[in-house]
């Protein structure tokens, strides 16, 4: 019977290649499903039966710790030469867009409490 190895919602598209390639290493039999055309399946990797549920999982999760880990020390990085994305660089960067997102938020949250004020 079937198991669900990996959900693939939200996952970018080299992780999920990188997932696959390395189960495909590893020789481990999986198929994959799609959430579909209108977005109501279910998005994932599974394993045709629970005998590699165990190694694949491991697989996965030490990948998924070196991938983080490995973004950590990127995200670091950038901190520490100054070029780490902030509010600021972006407001410097987009000054428009940024007034345009404020201000939609100052509107809706007028048009919520309107009700409560008149």
Known sequence: MA??????????DDEADAIRSLLESENIDFY???NGRWGL????IWLH???????????????????ASRAREAYQALRDAGQAPTFWGKVKQHPIQVLLVLLGIVMAAAL???PFIF
């Open 41 to 44: 399946g279910y998005a994932a």
């Open 49 to 67: 039966d629970d005998t590699h549920l165990s190694h694949a999982a491991m697989l996965i999760q030490s990948f998924q710790f070196a991938r």
């Open 112 to 114: 919520s409490m309107l």
């Open 3 to 12: 198991v669900l190895l990996f959900k693939l919602r939200g996952v970018e």
């Open 32 to 34: 994959e499903t799609t």
